[in-house]
């Protein structure tokens, strides 16, 4: 009991950096949600990131799924670690130079002038601007090649290790909202 629970507080520690790196990607996600914050105010920047989210766990579900049968037939495969480390260096290296295109362009995806109140529609968008991307699919697939076998693909402990990084996520989120209103603030006056 001790000893699983040890191994659930490792998994959270290994978490916690993923969330934050998680957090800091930049792309369309990013720079929609500062703006909806800067633009609309908190509460619309946490509906659309809360669509972000839960496009985030559906697609982590789907990741899941395909995966484990695979994982836990071809387990402790070293080939196995170097796919999944290739898997998220080409997700990291397409990231950078979609991002170094847009921002060389200034392509900064506009947003729709919606209602204030129609904060499902705002998490509708922040879900579908996050299905769009499909590498974000192979983000959670090559998180779940490289972790999986390591926690012996123990659902439990799957289920802490990525809770811990989409909270971290969710919680670093809500500071860069904040971050980007009060700035929008600070212009105006």
């Known amino acids: 009991f001790v000893q699983n ?9 290994t978490a916690i950096p993923l969330g934050f790196f998680l957090a ?36 982590l579900f789907i990741a899941y799924l395909s995966t484990t049968k695979l994982l836990k ?7 196995l670690f170097i796919f999944g480390g290739s898997i998220l260096i080409t997700y990291g ?14 392509e900064v995806p506009e947003i729709q ?13 922040g879900c579908l601007l996050n299905f769009i991307n499909i590498g974000v699919l192979g ?24 809770s811990g990084v989409i909270g971290i996520y969710f919680f670093v989120d809500l500071f ?3 971050a980007a209103k009060k700035l929008n ?3 105006d006056g």
């Open 5 to 13: 629970d040890w191994f659930m507080l490792q998994d959270l520690l």
């Open 24 to 59: 800091f990607l930049l792309g369309p996600v990013f720079f929609v949600l500062l703006e909806t914050a800067a633009i609309k105010g908190f509460r619309a920047a946490l509906s659309f990131n809360l669509g972000v989210i839960f496009a985030d766990i559906v697609f």
């Open 73 to 79: 037939s071809i387990k402790d495969d070293p080939a």
């Open 93 to 106: 290296i397409i990231q950078f130079i979609q991002t170094r295109r847009s921002l060389i362009h200034e």
């Open 113 to 125: 002038k919606l209602n204030k109140r129609d904060y499902l529609g705002l998490a509708a968008k």
């Open 139 to 162: 983000f959670w697939l090559g998180l779940i090649i490289i972790f999986g076998p390591q926690m012996e693909m123990d659902g439990k402990r799957l289920l802490v290790f990525f």
């Open 176 to 178: 860069k909202i904040l």
């Open 185 to 187: 603030r600070k212009s």
